[in-house]
């Protein structure tokens, strides 16, 4: 959690696959109180190049120091969890389909299939949750396969199962009257899905 040395392209590489790390531990269940900790202690200057990021990370750690972890659990909870339907789906063929298990979930095991990877059958949720798909793109970032991990590979992946409905999910969260950490998440994976994309736009 600490501030990465922005010296170097592979610096700014480090700091992207360990933002996108952050972001899978905060959407895949309640952050456990060691993360939760470490999120408290971060420095606020930004954690990738580029000073838009600043402001919404120093929110997300003030948020985070506001809260003790029952709260944060509570409002995962809350949000997220429960038995049936949640408050809000996390699931990327809710916002492209309006369904679960629809079309653009095949569509992405096809392509997660031509990258190489497989669905870890001790996970419950479907691959498109957007904590599984921030692994991977961290992944695709720091993975060792060159073949895969690499920017063209990121950016395709990024515009076809991330880019249509992240911000439609953030602008959810940010929307609900229960989300008060999570809105901060929110808020600052928008902004960070907002420099990825312009990033990603800059290599055409």
């Not at 952050?31 to 990370?57: D, H, I, S």
């Not at 996390?90 to 990877?117: C, I, K, Q, T, W």
């Not at 009257?177 to 990825?196: S, W």
Request: net charge negative.
């Amino acid at each position: 959690m600490n501030p990465i040395p922005q010296s170097s392209a592979l610096d700014e590489e480090t700091a992207r696959a360990e933002i996108y790390g952050v972001l899978a531990q905060l959407f895949y269940s309640a952050p456990e109180p060691q993360f939760l900790e470490a999120l408290r202690v971060a420095a606020t200057e930004a954690p990738a190049a580029g000073g838009f990021l600043e402001e919404p990370w120093r929110e997300l750690v003030a948020s985070a120091r506001a809260l003790d972890d029952a709260a944060i659990a509570r409002e995962y909870d809350a949000l997220f969890g429960g038995v049936g339907k949640p408050e809000i789906y996390l699931f990327g063929s809710h916002y492209l389909s309006g369904f679960l298990n629809e079309r653009p979930l095949v569509r992405l095991r096809s392509d997660l299939a031509a990258l190489g990877l497989v669905r870890d059958e001790g996970m419950s949720d479907t691959e498109d949750h957007i904590a599984y798909l921030s692994e991977v793109m961290r992944y695709l970032i720091a993975g060792d396969d060159v073949a895969v991990a690499n920017l063209a590979r990121q950016a395709e992946f990024f515009a076809t199962h991330l880019q249509p409905w992240v911000a439609r999910l953030c602008e959810t969260i940010q929307g609900h009257p229960k989300a008060r950490f999570y809105a901060a998440v929110a808020a600052f994976t928008a902004a960070f899905a907002g420099v990825e994309a312009q990033g990603f736009d800059m290599l055409d």
